[in-house]
Protein backbone atom coordinates (compact mmCIF):
# COMPACT_ATOMS: atom_id res chain seq x y z
CA UNK A 1 0.00 0.00 0.00
CA UNK A 2 1.84 3.25 -0.89
CA UNK A 3 1.42 6.14 1.84
CA UNK A 4 -1.15 9.12 1.31
CA UNK A 5 0.49 12.69 0.41
CA UNK A 6 2.01 14.27 3.26
CA UNK A 7 0.25 17.47 3.09
CA UNK A 8 3.60 18.91 4.64
CA UNK A 9 7.08 17.46 4.29
CA UNK A 10 10.25 18.54 4.71
CA UNK A 11 13.51 17.48 3.09
CA UNK A 12 17.14 17.80 4.53
CA UNK A 13 15.98 21.47 6.40
CA UNK A 14 18.57 23.01 7.27
CA UNK A 15 18.40 26.47 9.10
CA UNK A 16 20.91 28.46 10.65
CA UNK A 17 21.57 31.88 12.70
CA UNK A 18 24.79 33.88 11.45
CA UNK A 19 26.24 30.79 10.53
CA UNK A 20 25.12 28.57 13.63
CA UNK A 21 23.40 25.82 12.23
CA UNK A 22 19.89 25.52 14.78
CA UNK A 23 18.11 22.69 12.52
CA UNK A 24 20.20 20.02 10.33
CA UNK A 25 19.05 17.83 7.83
CA UNK A 26 15.36 16.67 8.63
CA UNK A 27 13.30 15.33 6.82
CA UNK A 28 9.66 14.18 8.21
CA UNK A 29 6.35 13.84 6.96
CA UNK A 30 3.23 15.06 8.17
CA UNK A 31 -0.03 13.78 7.47
CA UNK A 32 -2.85 15.65 6.26
CA UNK A 33 -5.36 16.26 9.70
CA UNK A 34 -3.37 14.71 12.00
CA UNK A 35 -1.90 15.83 14.71
CA UNK A 36 2.17 15.86 14.93
CA UNK A 37 3.71 16.99 18.52
CA UNK A 38 7.46 17.45 18.46
CA UNK A 39 9.35 16.97 21.97
CA UNK A 40 12.19 17.91 22.61
CA UNK A 41 14.91 19.28 25.45
CA UNK A 42 15.73 23.52 25.23
CA UNK A 43 17.54 24.63 22.53
CA UNK A 44 16.98 21.34 19.98
CA UNK A 45 15.33 24.04 17.12
CA UNK A 46 12.12 23.02 17.42
CA UNK A 47 11.15 26.71 17.35
CA UNK A 48 13.23 27.15 14.58
CA UNK A 49 12.19 24.37 12.81
CA UNK A 50 8.20 25.16 12.89
CA UNK A 51 9.23 29.03 12.34
CA UNK A 52 10.65 27.30 8.50
CA UNK A 53 7.41 25.80 8.03
CA UNK A 54 6.14 29.29 7.21
CA UNK A 55 8.93 31.11 6.35
CA UNK A 56 9.25 33.11 9.81
CA UNK A 57 12.87 31.78 9.90
CA UNK A 58 14.12 33.72 7.06
CA UNK A 59 13.16 37.20 8.53
CA UNK A 60 15.76 37.18 11.41
CA UNK A 61 19.35 38.71 10.23
CA UNK A 62 21.57 36.43 9.47
CA UNK A 63 18.58 33.67 9.29
CA UNK A 64 19.33 31.34 6.34
CA UNK A 65 17.25 28.35 5.07
CA UNK A 66 18.37 24.87 2.85
CA UNK A 67 16.71 22.08 1.89
CA UNK A 68 13.19 21.70 1.32
CA UNK A 69 10.16 22.25 2.59
CA UNK A 70 6.89 20.76 0.10
CA UNK A 71 2.91 22.22 0.82
CA UNK A 72 0.71 19.78 -0.74
CA UNK A 73 4.01 18.83 -2.79
CA UNK A 74 4.76 22.39 -3.64
CA UNK A 75 8.08 23.65 -2.73
CA UNK A 76 7.05 26.66 -0.66
CA UNK A 77 10.99 28.52 -0.96
CA UNK A 78 10.16 28.44 -4.72
CA UNK A 79 9.59 31.60 -6.51
CA UNK A 80 6.37 31.70 -7.54
CA UNK A 81 5.41 31.44 -3.95
CA UNK A 82 4.38 34.62 -1.86
CA UNK A 83 5.64 34.47 1.79
CA UNK A 84 2.56 36.57 2.85
CA UNK A 85 -0.29 34.16 1.20
CA UNK A 86 1.74 31.26 2.27
CA UNK A 87 1.52 32.52 5.91
CA UNK A 88 -2.14 32.43 5.51
CA UNK A 89 -2.55 28.93 4.66
CA UNK A 90 -0.01 28.26 7.10
CA UNK A 91 -0.87 30.12 10.52
CA UNK A 92 0.89 30.33 13.71
CA UNK A 93 0.32 30.72 17.06
CA UNK A 94 2.95 32.09 20.49
CA UNK A 95 3.47 30.33 23.31
CA UNK A 96 2.40 33.72 24.88
CA UNK A 97 -1.31 34.51 23.94
CA UNK A 98 -0.99 38.07 22.00
CA UNK A 99 -3.94 39.89 21.33
CA UNK A 100 -3.49 43.13 19.94
CA UNK A 101 -3.81 45.09 22.89
CA UNK A 102 -5.95 47.96 21.75
CA UNK A 103 -8.81 45.84 20.36
CA UNK A 104 -11.68 44.55 21.50
CA UNK A 105 -12.57 40.46 21.33
CA UNK A 106 -14.36 40.73 18.30
CA UNK A 107 -12.19 42.84 16.09
CA UNK A 108 -9.08 40.90 17.70
CA UNK A 109 -10.63 37.82 15.71
CA UNK A 110 -11.01 39.92 12.70
CA UNK A 111 -7.17 41.37 13.10
CA UNK A 112 -5.82 39.25 10.25
CA UNK A 113 -7.87 40.65 7.73
CA UNK A 114 -7.26 44.15 8.79
CA UNK A 115 -3.63 43.91 8.99
CA UNK A 116 -4.06 42.70 5.35
CA UNK A 117 -6.15 45.66 4.30
CA UNK A 118 -8.92 43.11 3.79
CA UNK A 119 -12.81 42.97 5.13
CA UNK A 120 -14.40 40.10 5.83
CA UNK A 121 -17.10 38.64 4.37
CA UNK A 122 -20.29 39.28 6.97
CA UNK A 123 -17.84 39.78 9.72
CA UNK A 124 -20.16 38.88 12.59
CA UNK A 125 -20.67 35.59 11.66
CA UNK A 126 -17.49 34.69 11.27
CA UNK A 127 -16.14 36.04 14.53
CA UNK A 128 -19.28 34.04 15.96
CA UNK A 129 -18.26 30.82 14.11
CA UNK A 130 -14.40 31.37 14.91
CA UNK A 131 -14.84 31.71 18.30
CA UNK A 132 -17.61 29.08 18.44
CA UNK A 133 -14.44 26.62 16.91
CA UNK A 134 -12.18 27.70 20.09
CA UNK A 135 -14.89 26.94 22.79
CA UNK A 136 -15.03 30.91 23.35
CA UNK A 137 -18.47 31.90 22.26
CA UNK A 138 -20.48 31.36 25.46
CA UNK A 139 -18.09 33.13 27.16
CA UNK A 140 -17.64 35.97 25.67
CA UNK A 141 -20.58 37.00 23.13
CA UNK A 142 -22.38 39.47 25.47
CA UNK A 143 -18.90 41.57 25.72
CA UNK A 144 -17.22 40.98 22.16
CA UNK A 145 -16.57 44.91 21.86
CA UNK A 146 -14.75 44.53 25.32
CA UNK A 147 -10.74 44.84 25.25
CA UNK A 148 -9.48 41.62 24.77
CA UNK A 149 -7.28 42.41 27.25
CA UNK A 150 -9.40 41.63 30.17
CA UNK A 151 -9.40 38.01 29.34
CA UNK A 152 -7.82 35.21 31.15
CA UNK A 153 -4.49 33.87 29.62
CA UNK A 154 -6.56 30.80 28.71
CA UNK A 155 -9.35 32.79 26.88
CA UNK A 156 -6.73 35.03 25.30
CA UNK A 157 -4.99 31.85 23.99
CA UNK A 158 -8.27 30.22 22.18
CA UNK A 159 -8.71 33.94 21.25
CA UNK A 160 -5.57 33.90 19.56
CA UNK A 161 -6.00 30.31 17.91
CA UNK A 162 -9.53 32.18 16.62
CA UNK A 163 -7.81 35.10 15.30
CA UNK A 164 -5.43 32.10 12.86
CA UNK A 165 -8.21 30.20 12.01
CA UNK A 166 -10.39 33.17 10.72
CA UNK A 167 -7.82 33.18 7.50
CA UNK A 168 -8.87 29.60 7.05
CA UNK A 169 -5.37 28.52 7.32
CA UNK A 170 -4.60 24.30 5.89
CA UNK A 171 -1.75 23.77 8.74
CA UNK A 172 -1.93 25.17 11.72
CA UNK A 173 1.97 25.58 13.78
CA UNK A 174 1.61 26.11 17.75
CA UNK A 175 4.38 26.86 19.29
CA UNK A 176 4.51 25.89 23.62
CA UNK A 177 0.61 26.94 23.56
CA UNK A 178 -0.29 25.75 26.70
CA UNK A 179 3.46 26.57 28.62
CA UNK A 180 1.69 29.38 30.81
CA UNK A 181 -1.58 27.68 31.47
CA UNK A 182 -2.97 26.10 34.00
CA UNK A 183 -4.36 22.40 33.79
CA UNK A 184 -8.08 22.86 33.33
CA UNK A 185 -7.28 26.20 30.66
CA UNK A 186 -4.76 23.56 28.94
CA UNK A 187 -7.55 21.03 28.72
CA UNK A 188 -9.63 23.34 27.06
CA UNK A 189 -7.08 24.24 24.40
CA UNK A 190 -6.56 20.92 23.99
CA UNK A 191 -9.97 20.02 23.20
CA UNK A 192 -10.37 22.81 20.46
CA UNK A 193 -7.07 21.17 18.57
CA UNK A 194 -9.12 17.73 18.75
CA UNK A 195 -11.98 18.91 16.88
CA UNK A 196 -9.55 21.17 14.39
CA UNK A 197 -8.07 18.06 13.04
CA UNK A 198 -10.89 17.08 11.28
CA UNK A 199 -10.14 20.49 8.93
CA UNK A 200 -6.36 21.47 9.48
CA UNK A 201 -3.22 19.79 9.78
CA UNK A 202 -1.31 20.94 13.24
CA UNK A 203 2.33 20.58 14.12
CA UNK A 204 2.60 21.40 18.24
CA UNK A 205 5.59 22.13 19.85
CA UNK A 206 5.34 20.89 23.39
CA UNK A 207 7.09 20.78 26.51
CA UNK A 208 4.82 18.13 28.49
CA UNK A 209 5.45 14.76 27.26
CA UNK A 210 1.68 14.30 28.56
CA UNK A 211 0.19 16.46 26.08
CA UNK A 212 1.99 15.09 23.33
CA UNK A 213 0.45 11.67 24.61
CA UNK A 214 -3.12 13.25 24.85
CA UNK A 215 -3.35 14.77 21.62
CA UNK A 216 -0.75 13.96 18.64
CA UNK A 217 -1.34 11.32 16.50
CA UNK A 218 2.48 11.30 15.54
CA UNK A 219 5.17 12.46 18.19
CA UNK A 220 8.71 13.42 16.74
CA UNK A 221 11.66 13.92 19.18
CA UNK A 222 14.49 16.71 18.05
CA UNK A 223 18.24 16.68 19.79
CA UNK A 224 20.84 18.99 18.78
CA UNK A 225 18.72 20.48 15.59
CA UNK A 226 18.30 16.56 14.41
CA UNK A 227 15.34 15.16 13.78
CA UNK A 228 15.93 11.62 16.25
CA UNK A 229 12.70 9.60 15.59
CA UNK A 230 8.99 10.34 14.15
CA UNK A 231 5.99 7.91 15.03
CA UNK A 232 2.68 6.77 15.45
CA UNK A 233 2.19 7.86 19.04
CA UNK A 234 1.76 5.02 20.86
CA UNK A 235 5.27 3.54 19.04
CA UNK A 236 6.93 6.55 19.98
CA UNK A 237 5.97 6.85 24.01
CA UNK A 238 5.78 2.04 24.52
CA UNK A 239 8.67 1.06 21.89
CA UNK A 240 10.77 3.90 21.20
CA UNK A 241 13.55 3.15 18.97
CA UNK A 242 16.35 5.23 19.35
CA UNK A 243 17.95 4.47 22.52
CA UNK A 244 18.78 8.42 23.16
CA UNK A 245 14.61 8.90 22.76
CA UNK A 246 14.01 6.29 25.15
CA UNK A 247 17.09 8.25 27.36
CA UNK A 248 14.89 11.36 27.19
CA UNK A 249 11.74 10.13 27.73
CA UNK A 250 12.64 7.61 30.86
CA UNK A 251 14.12 11.60 31.99
CA UNK A 252 17.93 10.65 31.59
CA UNK A 253 18.54 13.92 30.01
CA UNK A 254 16.41 17.48 28.86
N1 LIG B 1 17.30 34.67 16.97
C1 LIG B 1 18.31 33.81 17.18
N2 LIG B 1 19.58 34.17 16.90
C2 LIG B 1 20.61 33.31 17.10
N3 LIG B 1 20.47 32.03 17.55
C3 LIG B 1 19.22 31.63 17.83
C4 LIG B 1 18.08 32.48 17.68
N4 LIG B 1 16.98 31.78 18.04
C5 LIG B 1 17.40 30.56 18.41
N5 LIG B 1 18.76 30.46 18.28
C6 LIG B 1 19.56 29.27 18.59
O1 LIG B 1 19.12 28.17 17.81
C7 LIG B 1 19.12 26.98 18.57
C8 LIG B 1 17.73 26.35 18.55
O2 LIG B 1 16.81 27.22 19.18
P1 LIG B 1 15.26 26.99 19.18
O3 LIG B 1 14.65 28.20 19.77
O4 LIG B 1 14.83 26.59 17.82
O5 LIG B 1 15.13 25.73 20.16
P2 LIG B 1 13.85 25.12 20.89
O6 LIG B 1 13.97 23.65 20.74
O7 LIG B 1 12.61 25.79 20.42
O8 LIG B 1 14.14 25.50 22.40
P3 LIG B 1 13.11 25.80 23.60
O9 LIG B 1 12.57 24.46 24.03
O10 LIG B 1 13.95 26.45 24.66
O11 LIG B 1 12.03 26.71 23.08
C9 LIG B 1 19.58 27.36 19.97
O12 LIG B 1 20.92 27.04 20.09
C10 LIG B 1 19.36 28.85 20.03
O13 LIG B 1 20.30 29.47 20.88
MG1 LIG C 1 11.18 26.95 21.36
Known sequence: MTEPEPKVATRDLTASFRGVTAVRGVSIRFPKHQIAAIVGPASSGKSTFLRCLNRLHELGEGAVVAGEVRLDGVDIYGPAVDPLALRRKVGMVFDRPTPLPGLSISDNVLAGFRLAGEEADRPEHLVEAMLRRVDLW???????????????????????????????????LLDEPCSGLDPIATARVEEVLNELRFGVTIVLVTHSLQQAARVADTTAFFLGGEL???????????????????????????
Do not use: M, W
Open 228 to 254: IEHDRTEVFFRNPQDPRTENYLTGRFG
Open 138 to 172: DDVKDRLGQPALGLSSGEKQRLCIARCLALKPEVL
